[in-house]
Structures are given as C-alpha cells and as structure tokens.
C-alpha cells in the first residue's frame, strides 16, 4: 500500500519565480493538507482541501494557492518565490483513521 | 488559540535506557487529539502515537507510551529501551476535535525536541 508521494524531493528556484509542488495521497484518504517547515522548526499548517475545495487555511498569504483534483491528488503553488520560503514542504493525507506524511519537498529560494 | 509546547531542544540517552520527551499544550476546546511523531533526516513524519481527550488509559504503541495528563495539560511521550535507530526529531502535535468524530483538521506542532540515543 503506496503512502504520500511528493515530487520532486528537491527544488532550486531564484527569487521571484513560481513553484508548483505535487502530493499523491495515500490510497483511501481523501483529504490533503500541507505545511510549511523551515529549519529547526515544527511544521506550520498552510491549508487544506477536501472534495477539490479549499475548507481550512492558516497565516500565509496569497501568493500561496493549491488545488485538488478528482483522484484526491493535490497541487502546491507559490508565486513571487522569497528567499524565506526556502523551507521543506509536507504533504499530509488524511480520513477517519489519521494522518500521514510524505517525505516532502526541500525548496530552496536563492 | 492551540498551542503546544516542547521545552527540551535537545535529549541525550544512553541505548537501553527509557527517556521522557515533555509535551504541554494549550487549547479550550473540549474535544482534541494529541500526536506525537518522529522525524529522521529524510523527512518524513512518521506517526508514533495518539491520545485522544476523552480517553480514559493512557496510549501505548509497543515501546512508546504517552503519559496523558489532562489537568496539567501535559502529553508526555515516554520511549522505553532506546534503541539507535530512535535518533532523530520528535514532535508533539494537537488537533481540534476527537479522531473518532472527525476526519482530520489542521494540526499544530511544537518546536520539536531532538533525541540522540549514545551506544
């Protein structure tokens, strides 16, 4: 049984540019979450989807945008790339029976 | 607002030994659940264990077990015989609303504490 997977592992991106991170749920959960984790720090949640809508977001601005597709995967956007949005990316699905994560995202803004 | 916090940045045990990451947290809702999750160098958070607020026991998973204390506000997760391979980040986390009743909300993490097991 196939967990989270997210593409790619690794990103480099200069400042300004934009960014589209992708996340596979596990098979069965149908609702997507993603966080920002910036070095030395817990993840913070930026938003979730479920049924292909947005239901809950955190503190981040609008430059950061996702979406949902109809088979539960889901897209990460960030546009006007910041040197401080170099941080590693989770994906995380989830149903009644809890979360799980993927190994994420390592993005890096020079 | 939820907030949890962990106030060791850094543990060292020796292999064999038990240790006891502290966890506190702060909420008003009636209703949560507790995480706790581990976070080797690769990335991943893998899921350790889960207390939810109306659990009357305690949670244990094999060599981990939480010591739920819900007066304090404290959700400590105890690792018995450490072993080498538990080195890595270890993080507390909490969610508005039992699991049972609820799909899965926004977690909220703590700063995390680092375990480092000495052989």
């Known amino acids: 049984d196939a967990g989270v997977t997210q593409s790619p592992t690794h990103l480099i991106k200069t400042r300004g540019q934009q960014v589209t991170l992708r996340c596979s749920p596990k098979?069965?959960?149908?609702?997507v979450s993603w966080y920002q984790q910036a070095l030395g720090q817990g993840p913070q949640f930026i938003f979730q989807?479920?049924?292909?809508?947005?239901?809950q977001r955190g503190n981040f601005p609008d430059r950061f945008s996702g979406h949902q597709f109809p088979n539960y995967s889901s897209e990460l956007n960030v546009n006007a790339l910041l040197l401080g949005d170099s941080a590693l990316y989770l994906c995380?699905?989830?149903?009644?029976?809890?979360?799980?994560f993927g190994s994420g995202t390592r993005l890096t803004v020079v | 607002a939820q907030k949890i916090t962990q106030t060791q940045p850094g543990m060292f045990v020796q292999e064999k030994e038990a240790v006891t990451l502290d966890c506190t947290y702060d909420?008003?809702?009636?209703?949560?659940?507790l995480f706790w999750y581990k976070q080797p160098s690769s990335g991943e958070m893998i899921f350790l264990i889960y207390?939810?607020?109306?659990?009357?026991q305690n949670a244990t998973e094999g060599r981990y077990s939480l010591n739920f204390q819900k007066a304090r506000k404290s959700a400590n997760l105890v690792i018995s015989a450490s072993q080498l391979g538990d080195s890595a980040m270890y993080f507390c986390?909490?969610?508005?609303?039992?699991?049972?009743?609820?799909?899965?909300?926004?977690?909220?993490f703590g700063q995390g504490t680092e375990l480092s097991v000495k052989p």
């Open positions: 995380a699905s989830s149903w009644s029976g809890g979360y799980t």
């Open positions: 098979s069965g959960h149908d609702t």
């Open positions: 989807y479920y049924e292909e809508e947005e239901r």
């Open positions: 909420t008003s809702d009636p209703s949560y659940g």
């Open positions: 207390q939810g607020s109306y659990d009357q």
């Open positions: 986390a909490m969610r508005g609303g039992d699991m049972i009743y609820n799909q899965g909300g926004k977690l909220i």
